[in-house]
């Protein structure tokens, strides 16, 4: 129980189970309906790989702002590279392109020993921008053929049943959790992000794990937005516009604390669970659909406010 | 002694989380002198100081000012009362002029139609001869900014403002760090005037032999708690020193 | 050698970075636009988008002094705008305004009191916000507009708060400028002003010389709310209609004017004529794609690449700066 408690995962557990009671009682929409969960989690999942990948950054005591937009510029270039590279070809090149784009705002961060946010922020406009010059805001199909290729049916059609996002995002957080807590690198990330200047007098480069961080954060982004399109092959410009909002949520539910350092992946995909519930709920409920982002931005505060005073509780310097 | 003494500490402790900080402190301070408060790093004699001068407010435990009980702990409070504080490691801010950080809090102004204004001339002007009076070099300027000082001068700008602000109590936290063997002196014979002025003034060292030939009394602290509290004449700074030695050996047992 | 000289000069006023640049891109603009970009009206045009985005820029300046950051500005914006829009015809402009402002502040009043209550990272905080009054935006205009009657759009109280001109400029300018000579004041010249800046250069610092650390925040907020709901006023005064979504993205564009105009976001150090200079370098680059047929899109793209070239071009000038 104690473990419990003290794992960053806890608030995001009870929110989880709180939640999920006030859903079976207050039953709108048919909640625990096989077309609500296979919804919402594959809802989940994408949004949990951003926000793994943004809990990564925010543990290493640093922000991505740009991840919507590395979404949506890694979906388009996927969709519009396929007719002349074929659908792996595009593939890599997406993901690459998701790569270069953390790799050049990492090195800013470090090399230019700018604050994290502002250059995210610029991230976040020049990406989006590329997006609206590149497909001149046209919308973009996969081909006939393109849609029925293996690996588009590997990366978005469904397995007994369940969505191929939802092993996707299995599978990689089964690899980051391994990395976060058996790897070398994943000691020295949490050392970066719970103490710079102890890590740096240890001898890690902090300036590489940060930089391998935000490679990590946009890769993971990119790839959630290539699930996505595999599984609805169109494009349209304003593709993740304010996910960056919903994965910073889902990440500081999940109980990674912007003070860097703590992180839990569990909690983390609960969280993205949480506000995906949300916004399905608020939408069955009837409710204009506005009143969703009204939501996240309410529960973002409290989960902050929460986790915030948890460590507090528990004695952790926050 | 019939006076009450000034400030009074009865039975302070003091949690940062889960950290024990100050463990039961009882000590008075009086009107009229200077008491040496020693210790080893992390002993606590910063945390008792950074809570007479409101910075941290106590667990458990009350602290009277003046026969007072103190209800509410902030630095403005503290200030108003007349305790000025030398602080270690805060105090100045960077990006501020030293005549702007002189009056940090307590700006001096001038009203127009009921508008308060700065009076500049007034902050320059006594920023200016403080200065001057700690020897900072001759090209600082009262308009310049505190980030052009060196860590001397800092230290100088604190004591100066401090001395200059004097009232009831002065508080001074390792006031001879990164200073000369001059100023070292020039400071110390400031500790002594403003005591025979009839103010309290708590002289925070580590150099037990240092501070005994000015203060009037030593208090010891060890691990936060006083371990030691007696008057110069009746005991030598050897003795004390053997007093700190063995708290020290207390703190060895328990860290391992 | 020329240049070691300006060091002192550049130290203290690290805008002169943005004013160069300014200058450079006026004389850019004018020479490559046939006339289109420098001519009466299109000045015009962009001191006005440059009145609102540096009304709110100032506020966010004003913020960031304190160490903190406000990126909810660009909803307060939109929640100024419809306040203001739908008392303008059924009170008068005046009131409509006084009480968009009084939005603002409230929720700038929200946005300092969570953050200093729960001592919760600013950025995360008025995030919620941003996303928070957004929504409550688009619930309350439920996807359509609020507008004034063009029938109503007359009265120099209307015309007085962004509606009209003045000696051929909006009267959005006037505002700014009066704003901004009040703000400078009061940043230089009066007690808050030292202590703003204190807290952002050090708060422990500024905490043990008595100062009330927690309320010069909160101030700064309120400060700030006001400032983008009144820059919201005036702008729906200007446009006569909004939506939900008015002012979508402004808070990037507000701190991105003032990471431009010197403003160090770590706070202490800001400087309110830069921010307003980088308010109408990005409305002046905006106007140059309009009229030169570029695609607008090209303007986020721009914007982005500027925000980092800006604050690393800063940060590079002080750097030069301090050396000695």
Redesign the interface.
């Known amino acids: 129980m104690k473990y419990l408690v003290r794992s960053q995962g806890f608030g995001a557990t009870i929110g989880v189970i709180a939640m999920l009671a006030v859903f079976t009682v207050i039953d709108f929409s048919g909640w625990w309906t096989i077309q609500t969960l296979s919804n919402v989690t594959q809802f989940t999942a994408i949004l949990a790989l951003v926000a793994l990948g943004q809990a990564l950054v925010i543990m290493t005591k640093e ?1 991505d702002l740009s991840v919507g937009s590395i979404y949506g510029l890694t979906g388009v270039a996927f969709i519009t590279l396929e007719p002349s590279l074929g659908v792996p070809g595009s593939l890599v090149v997406a993901l690459l392109i998701a790569a270069a784009a953390g790799f050049i705002q990492g090195t ?1 961060v470090v090399k ?4 994290s ?3 995210t ?10 997006i ?2 590149w497909t ?2 046209s919308v973009h199909n996969f081909s006939p053929d393109a849609r029925t290729h293996a690996l588009t049916r590997l990366l978005g059609g469904e397995l007994f049943g369940v969505e191929a996002a939802l092993y996707w995002v299995g599978i990689v957080s089964v690899l980051l959790a391994i990395m976060l807590w058996g790897t070398r690198f994943g000691n020295r990330l949490l050392a970066t992000g719970g103490s710079r200047e102890s890590a740096e007098s240890r001898g890690v480069r902090t300036d590489h794990v940060k930089t391998t961080a935000f490679v990590l954060c946009s890769l993971l982004a990119g790839f959630a937005g290539i699930l996505t399109l595999c599984n609805q092959p169109q494009t349209h410009v304003t593709l993740g516009e ?1 996910m960056e ?1 919903e994965a ?1 949520s889902a990440a ?1 539910i999940g109980g990674c604390l ?1 003070t860097g350092g703590r992180g839990s992946i569990l909690g983390v995909i609960l969280g993205a669970l949480i506000v995906v519930s949300f916004r399905y709920q608020l939408i069955a409920l009837g409710a ?1 659909s ?9 529960v ?2 409290v989960a ?2 929460f986790n ?2 948890l460590a ?1 509780f528990l ?3 926050v | 002694m019939t006076q009450n003494p000034l400030i009074q500490v009865k039975n302070l402790d003091l949690y940062f989380g889960a950290f024990h900080a100050l463990k039961n402190v009882s000590v008075d301070f009086n009107a009229g002198e200077l008491i040496g408060l020693v210790g080893d790093n992390g002993a606590g004699k910063t945390t008792l100081i950074r809570v007479l001068c409101g910075i941290h407010a106590p667990t458990k435990g009350d602290v009277f000012f003046d026969g007072k009980k103190v209800e509410k702990f902030h630095p403005k409070l503290a200030i108003d009362q007349g305790i000025e504080t030398i602080q270690q490691s805060v105090g100045l801010c960077d990006n501020l002029s030293i005549a702007r950080n002189f009056y940090l809090g307590r700006e001096p102004v001038k009203r127009i139609l009921g508008i308060p204004f700065l009076d500049f001339a007034k902050m320059r002007e006594k920023s200016s001869r403080v200065i001057r009076q700690f020897g900072l070099r001759e090209n600082v300027s009262a308009d310049d900014e505190v980030e052009r000082l060196s860590g001397g001068e800092r230290q100088s700008v604190k004591i100066g403002r401090a001395v200059e602000f004097k009232n009831r109590v002065v508080i001074m936290d390792e006031p001879t760090n990164h200073l000369s063997v001059r100023e070292r002196e020039h400071v110390n014979e400031l500790a002594v005037q403003l005591k025979e002025q009839g103010l309290l003034v708590i002289y925070i060292t580590h150099d037990i032999f240092q501070v005994h030939k000015l203060a009037d009394r030593i208090v010891i602290m060890e691990n936060g708690e006083k371990v030691a509290d007696a008057s110069t004449d009746s005991m030598s700074a050897e003795a004390l020193e053997d007093v700190i030695r063995q708290g020290g050996r207390v703190v060895e047992k328990e860290a391992v | 050698m020329a240049l070691s000289a300006a060091k002192p000069l550049i130290r203290r006023h690290t805008e002169i970075g943005i004013f160069l640049i300014g200058a450079i891109l006026i004389v850019i603009f004018a020479s490559t636009s046939d006339g289109r970009w420098a001519n009466l009206y299109n000045i015009g045009t962009i001191m006005q988008v440059t009145a609102t985005l540096g009304l709110m820029s100032l506020g966010v300046a004003i913020v960031i002094g304190t160490g903190e950051i406000d990126i909810s500005v660009g909803s307060t914006f939109g929640m100024g705008a419809l306040a203001h829009l739908w008392l303008a015809a059924r009170v008068d402009p005046v009131f409509a305004a006084l009480v968009a402002i009084v939005v603002g502040a409230a929720i700038g009043y929200l946005n300092g009191w969570l953050i200093t209550r729960t001592k919760t990272p600013s950025l995360i905080i008025t995030l919620g916000t941003l996303m928070i009054f957004r929504g409550i935006a688009i619930a309350l205009t439920d996807g359509f507009s609020f507008s004034i009657p063009y029938a109503a759009r007359n009265g120099w109280t209307y015309s007085l708060l962004g509606g009209g001109d003045f000696l051929g400029f909006n009267t959005a300018l006037f505002w700014l400028i009066a704003t901004f000579a009040v703000l400078i004041v009061v940043l230089k010249a009066m007690p808050f002003g030292n202590r703003l800046l204190a807290v952002g250069g050090s708060a422990d610092s500024a905490h043990s010389r008595g100062v009330r650390v927690e309320r010069i925040k909160l101030s700064a907020f309120v400060i700030c709310g006001m400032l983008a709901a009144f820059a919201g006023a005036l702008e729906a005064g200007k446009l006569g209609f909004a939506d939900g979504s008015m002012g979508r993205l402004m808070e990037l564009q507000a701190i991105a004017s003032c990471v431009l105009g010197g403003c160090l976001l770590a706070g202490g150090r800001i400087s309110l004529i830069g921010a307003l200079m980088g308010a109408f370098v990005l409305s002046s680059i905006q106007s140059y794609l309009v009229v030169t047929g570029v695609q607008p899109q090209w303007f986020i793209l721009i914007l982005g690449l500027i925000v980092v070239g800006a604050a690393y071009g800063d940060k590079s000038l002080r750097n030069w700066a301090i050396r000695k």
């Not at chain 1, 230019?112 to 604050?115: D, F």
């Not at chain 1, 922020?121 to 590329?130: M, T």
């Not at chain 1, 506005?290 to 309410?298: E, L, N, R």
């Open positions: 922000i800013a230019g020993e700018l604050p946010m502002i250059v922020l610029g991230g976040l406009f020049a990406a989006r921008g590329i609206y010059v001149g805001g304010n909002l910073i500081v912007l204009p506005s009143w969703y982002i009204t939501f996240v931005g309410a973002l505060i902050v406010i915030q005073k507090r004695g952790h310097s």
